[in-house]
């Protein structure tokens, strides 16, 4: 896959990822809008064709035109969507159908005797009626009629038609349509993999020459000729250039001290939300064959932590606090800790909160917040609980910050064999507010798993 790794294929492939997209969803509307034509357009022709069909038999039995009649009906049989057909008085005696057999039967002894026993009431009240059923593929038209000039002779005419063939035809126009959509797609994907290639990729090799010759100190910077951007790159390079050589070791030392910074946050946030949204997304391609709806539910999750996980890095690259706990408040930060397991790991949590701002600092608050943070994603991530509880209290001079669950007991760091970052990092910030964590298991009739942080006040 190193060919995906260039500008050139990523912008290609996305391109044609978003028109074939475009083109599915084009599809998925045509078919829907050709479908509701077809469903309305065959509404109104069944119940047209029922009309005529109708006047025009009450017309051939006044004048006892039986041989007409069935011709008519014979006639009303040959269109492709006709399924089944017949005229049938009051009492539910066939006189005519599109099948010879039906003649002179009880209409309760033919395929159409459930909708006969559904619309019979329709020859009280002398409306026609058209009905699809629940799949859009069946349409039954009932249109009654007087056979004679007296009120007491009605008859009525059951239409059934299949859309099914025609409903297929729908698909296939739509189908072939979007093929001829996804070859000029194709078409036009190669042709900007070519321009691609021909005016931009070939000059970035050429800067990525002259930047890997600058930075190599052999001599003052080229410069790329030409106008373009790419051109305009290579300059400003070769400017900035000089000017951090003459300030290499501040920044240095400077970029040094913000790769810790990002490393931390990296780890504390940002990895541990896109460690569950790995978790989610194999259990989404587990389910796959399956073809079950929960499917759509979980890659809807996953796009949301994905997308809240692309905001944590920007205000990381902005430089804001990544939890914000300055601005939002401890107390949001936990409920956001909260809903972060319950909606990434499936677990109860709950949170019992105490303000406790007045014997904390702004940056023991941030401490304070990232030691809750480990102490909950490592307890969901480790010891599978059902059950878990975020306390936060003051008990005499104390902060004490509690997280109880009755998933597998916690291993200290003296018991873990080899320690991750996580650990480490939560034990440099024990040590920054002084604090001391405590790891017990309460025994009953369910054990439950207790971490108890008590740091002394360092608020005024």
Request: aromatic share 6%.
């Amino acid at each position: 896959m190193n060919w995906f790794r260039s500008i050139q294929s990523r912008i290609t492939v996305s391109v044609w990822l978003f028109g074939l997209v475009i083109i599915l969803f084009n599809n998925w509307r045509n078919q829907r809008w050709l479908k509701d034509r077809h469903i309305d357009r065959m509404s109104q022709e069944a119940m047209d064709t029922g009309s005529r069909l109708a006047g025009l038999l009450q017309h051939l039995s006044r004048r006892q035109q039986e041989r007409a009649a069935e011709l008519e009906m014979a006639y009303v049989s040959l269109s492709p969507d006709v399924d089944l057909g017949l005229v049938c008085n009051k009492e539910g005696i066939v006189n005519c159908a599109t099948h010879m057999q039906w003649f002179h039967m009880d209409v309760l002894q033919t395929p159409l005797a459930e909708e006969w026993r559904r619309h019979a009431g329709v020859l009280a009240t002398m409306e026609p009626a058209v009905e699809w059923d629940a799949k859009k593929k069946k349409l039954l038209v009932f249109v009654p009629f007087f056979e004679t000039y007296e009120a007491t002779s009605r008859a009525a005419v059951l239409i059934r038609y299949d859309t099914t063939l025609a409903l297929e035809e729908v698909r296939e126009d739509a189908w072939i349509e979007s093929l001829r959509q996804t070859a000029v797609l194709l078409a036009s994907c190669l042709l900007l993999w070519f321009v691609l290639h021909e005016l931009v990729i070939l000059r970035v090799h050429r800067v990525v020459q002259i930047l890997r010759s600058s930075s190599s100190g052999e001599g003052p910077p080229r410069v790329l000729p030409g106008n373009d951007e790419l051109s305009l790159i290579s300059r400003e390079f070769a400017r900035a250039l000089d000017n951090l050589r003459e300030a290499e070791n501040m920044v240095l030392d400077a970029a040094e001290q913000e790769r810790r910074k990002i490393g931390r946050d990296l780890h504390d946030d940002l990895c541990q939300r896109i460690s569950a949204t790995k978790m989610k997304a194999e259990v989404m391609l587990g389910m796959l064959p399956a073809g079950d709806s929960r499917i759509n539910s979980l890659a809807e999750q996953v796009a949301a932590e994905l997308a809240e996980s692309t905001v944590i890095a920007r205000g990381m690259a902005w430089g804001l606090s990544p939890v914000g706990i300055e601005g939002q408040g401890l107390k949001d930060g936990l409920e956001n800790v909260r809903r972060f397991a319950e909606q990434s790991y499936k677990v109860r949590c709950s949170l019992d909160y105490a303000d406790i701002s007045a014997h904390l600092t702004n940056s023991g608050q941030e401490l304070l917040f990232r030691i809750a943070q480990e102490l909950v994603i490592n307890a969901c991530k480790h010891s599978k609980p059902d059950i878990l509880t975020i306390t936060l209290r003051m008990e005499g001079d104390q902060v004490v910050l509690s997280v109880i669950h009755d998933g597998a007991p916690f291993s200290t760091p003296e018991e873990t064999s080899s320690q991750g970052m996580g650990l480490h990092l939560m034990g440099q910030r024990l040590r920054a507010l002084s604090a001391t964590l405590e790891r017990t298991v309460e025994r009953g009739a369910r054990d439950f798993s207790v971490a108890i942080v008590r740091i002394p006040s360092n608020k005024p």
